[in-house]
């Protein structure tokens, strides 16, 4: 990663500053509730994929987060050790799940594992918790270790999109105990520069605030492709208009803040 020292040319494209709420990147924590809730036709079944195991059938997640997960469990070889637990939730999902562990675990335990409704990530589609497959399964905190298919898993998760949302040493910042078993989907290569610099979704989002379009871009050189990530503040009172570098493609996600991440993939770009 570098900044960007030249100029960029670019197009721009009108967005409604309603899409800050919505995309891959959006934060779902304490302090930020979700304000746009998924369609349903952003859904599919885990059902149209067999091979994935469920703790219940008729689990979804979000259409692309799906296939990557899928992709996920074939490239570990988990398909037959790892169970999906719990994928999308509704809101009022979550407020059954919140008022059931009150009664059962206490609330100590409920504020420490389980999100208040509106504050799930399990809403938006792009969560999922795994366990190791076996007979009794803990619904809220599935045995997930960190050995052999279970470590390949997590050690793969990122250059599937995924993120372990919550790690021991961030529970200060997300305000939840250590998860091993809950993943995130952010999308490539977000989770990468999130994995090697060891910062959860609250620290990234800080972090790219500080790279703008006419400033440092954070830039990713790969084999085949190069990839600017920037913020763009939300501005006016009903739209943004948002530069984009001229690339092969790009995806524009809002963080459910104050603004949008840009990520612009060229392919062979020689900088």
């Avoid at 960029?8 to 009108?14: N, P, V």
């Avoid at 792009?126 to 270790?145: C, E, N, Q, W, Y």
């Avoid at 290569?189 to 990234?204: A, D, F, Q, T, V």
């Avoid at 954070?218 to 948002?242: C, D, F, Q, R, W």
């Amino acid at each position: 990663m570098k900044p960007s020292e030249v100029e960029q040319t670019h197009f721009e494209i009108c967005t409604s500053n309603e899409e800050v709420f919505k995309g891959n990147l959006v934060l779902i924590n304490y302090q930020n509730p979700i304000r746009r809730p998924i369609h349903a036709n952003q859904l599919a079944s885990l059902d149209i994929l067999p091979s994935i195991k469920q703790l219940s059938k008729g689990m979804l997640l979000e259409k692309y987060c799906l296939d990557q997960f899928h992709s996920l469990l074939k490239a570990c070889g988990g398909m037959d050790q790892i169970i999906a637990v719990s994928g999308y939730r509704t809101k009022e999902d979550q407020l059954q799940i919140y008022k059931d562990s009150l009664i059962e675990r206490g609330s100590e335990y409920t504020s420490k594992y389980v999100a208040l409704p509106d504050h799930s990530e399990h809403q938006t589609g792009l969560a999922i918790d795994v366990g190791r497959l076996k007979t009794k399964i803990d619904f809220i905190a599935p045995s997930f270790p960190d050995t052999g298919i279970y470590r390949s898993f997590r050690r793969n998760a990122a250059q599937y999109g995924f993120i372990l949302r919550y790690k021991r040493e961030k529970e200060s910042i997300t305000r939840i105990s250590h998860e091993p078993w809950h993943f995130r989907y952010v999308g490539y290569p977000h989770s990468r520069i999130m994995e090697e610099n060891n910062l959860c979704l609250e620290e990234y989002i800080d972090f790219v605030e500080l790279h703008r379009y006419s400033g440092e871009q954070l830039i990713i050189k790969e084999e085949n492709m190069t990839t600017k990530i920037y913020y763009v503040p939300a501005n006016g009172e009903t739209s943004t208009n948002i530069p984009i570098i001229k690339c092969d493609s790009y995806s524009v996600s809002g963080t459910n803040r104050e603004g949008f991440i840009v990520t612009v993939i060229s392919k062979n770009l020689e900088i």
